[in-house]
Structure formats: C-alpha cells, structure tokens
C-alpha cells in the first residue's frame, strides 16, 4: 500500500501568496487564470482547454488520495485572487525524494517574487518538513526562461531525457532535469532570499 508522506491539508504561507490545497470549488477560478495561451506554449499539456484542464486537475486529486501527488492553487494575498497552480508528485517516501512541477502564473506576475516565493515556501517545506534528499525539478529543454530560474534557485543540471513525454498537440519533447539536494538546500535557499529581498527594492 503506498505511503502518503504529505499529511493533508498543507498550507504553505508566504507574504504575499498562500499555497492552499487544490479543491473542486477551485476549478473555475483556476481555469479562468489559466485561459490565457500564452502560459502553455513551452508547457506540455495546454490547460488553456477546458477539458484538457478538467482531466489534469480532477487527475491529479485523485493522485493526491493515493499519495503519488499534493496539488495546490496559488491565492495572492493583496488582491484575494487565484494566480496559478503548482504541485508535488513523482513523490517516493520511501526514497526520500519528489518533484516540483506543473507550476505556472499569470502573466501579470512574470519577472516579480512570487515564483521565487512559491520555491522557496515548497522547498523549505521539502527540505525542513519532509526531511527529503533530494527535489526533482525539470522542463521542456528550450524554455530557456524556466531553465535560467531553475538555476538561479540553485538547481544542479542533470541532464537531458530526449523524448521524454508526448505533449497536447501530439509531438514529443525534451525534459531537462535539476535537482536539489539536502546538502544543497541552505545555499539554494540563501539564493532564493537574496532574489525576494533584491526584487523587493
């Protein structure tokens, strides 16, 4: 019988989103954010559709009752609304380790704290709650973007997985994997700081 290590309901609190966990009366705000195209061009699958959103999501409630995911909406605080989405899963306790993913925001908060905020919230919940050895994280191998904020958290380059997952529109794509480790974490998170206290001036 799988282990659920995530003990629900998680609520990770920052100053300026909280991570509270993925429910169905979230669907329609949620899918309302992510409407918008532009979030899921370097994105697999493209919850810009509404049935492809509504088999992700109701997917990834029913992994969460088998422990194999824990995913969350993300409400900023300030305006009291749902900015995005992010999530655990590939999650092995007996190993120790899980992933970070499916995590996407708004367009209007690109390039500000809040992405550096929900790292830093779920990590430190990895790394000081969960006790892992190691946070998988990985995306599509040109989305220079997310690759540049990976690295810059503290993620250590891996390698490339050629053909990794068929995406929405049928074609294959790259997965470039990082990882954190447990020995890694307090200089990751020290970077993550910096960066929130940097954007904050």
Partial sequence: MRVHWINHPVILRGKSVELVPLEKEHFEKLYK?????????LIPTDCSNRETFETAYNFSLAEREKGNQYP???????????????????????????????TWIITKYWGTEINLECKLLLLSFCFEILKTNRVQIKTKDNNFRSRKAIEKIGGVFEGVLRKDRVQSDGTARNAVYYSILDSEWESAKQKIINQINDKAV
């Fill in 33 to 41: 954010a992510a409407a918008d195209k532009k979030l899921w061009e």
């Fill in 72 to 102: 969350f909406v993300i409400f900023h605080k300030q305006t009291k609304e749902v900015i995005g989405s992010t999530r655990f899963f590939e999650i092995y306790p007996l190993d120790k380790k899980l992933e970070i993913g499916w």
